[in-house]
């Protein structure tokens, strides 16, 4: 069993920085790659970003590429994800997720999910 809880999340201003936590706990989550999505409301959930099991591979949406970093702490069980240079079109429900795919370039399926937390960016 696998449990994940995000936090972080809030209101901020065009521009601004916010740095999201997903913590993990469960056997062998080390082991998992882990991602961040986004949803906004009327929109499809969209992958933002994927970090490999063991943090040194990475991929980004093409919005957010150069703004966002997604890295995570093995120590800590903890996957982290700091947006810069925020912009309403970011704003949305994040949540991380967890899957024993190791290849960061299918992705897939994801089998445990956060609940979500929620990032507003005002113009």
């Known amino acids: 069993q696998v449990l994940l809880i995000e936090s972080g999340g809030g209101l901020v201003q065009t521009g601004d920085s916010l740095r999201l936590s997903c913590a993990a706990s469960g056997d062998w989550i080390n082991n998992l790659t882990m991602s961040w999505f986004r949803q906004a409301p009327g929109k499809e959930r969209e992958l933002v970003a994927v970090?490999?099991?063991?943090?040194?591979?990475?991929r980004y949406a093409d919005s957010v590429k150069g703004r966002f970093t997604i890295s995570r702490d093995s120590v800590k069980n903890t996957v982290y994800l700091q947006m810069s240079s925020l912009k309403p079109e970011d704003t949305a429900v994040y949540s991380c997720?967890?899957?024993?795919?190791?290849?960061?370039?299918?992705?897939?399926?994801?089998?445990?999910w956060g609940q979500g937390t929620q990032v507003t960016v005002s113009s």
């Open positions: 997720a967890a899957t024993e795919n190791d290849d960061i370039w299918t992705g897939g399926p994801y089998d445990y």
């Open positions: 970090v490999s099991w063991s943090g040194a591979n990475t």
